[in-house]
């Protein structure tokens, strides 16, 4: 029988080894955002998420839709979140409506947000680019 120890998260794992396959796919997944945020998203975008006012309001706009998917609510599908190939639950999306790169005004409004799932989210990311270009 292998020697065992425990991962940072508690989960078993050989001596060999650093973390468990979870805790580095959580890393890993860490890293994209951070690359992500750090050499594609400008700079005033990430300032803006990770901003008070944008937790407060896009939480608000969470709770108000109940955290559905607004375009699966309208084909008649209650879909709040997704698991990832880990069997760790994902909550739905805020996004806006109107690219905040389109419109920079919007924002903080209201009527310009809606939760969309990750599959939703996917599709509309791709109208976007489709009819705003990489903007």
Known sequence: MAMLKLC?????????KQSCDICITTT????SYSSYDKY???????????SKAWKV??????IEQH??????????????????KNGNFKRNIIDHIIP???DWSKRLCKDNLWVLCISCH????AEDKKKYGDS
């Open 8 to 16: 940072r998260c508690g989960n078993p794992i050989t001596l060999d």
């Open 28 to 31: 890993n997944r860490k890293e």
């Open 40 to 50: 594609k998203r400008d700079k005033q975008s990430t300032a803006f998420y990770k």
């Open 57 to 62: 309001l896009s939480n608000e706009v969470y």
């Open 67 to 84: 955290g559905l998917c607004q375009i699966c609510l309208e084909n008649k599908k209650m879909v709040t979140g997704s698991f990832d």
């Open 100 to 102: 905040i790169k389109i």
């Open 122 to 125: 996917s599709k509309k990311t």
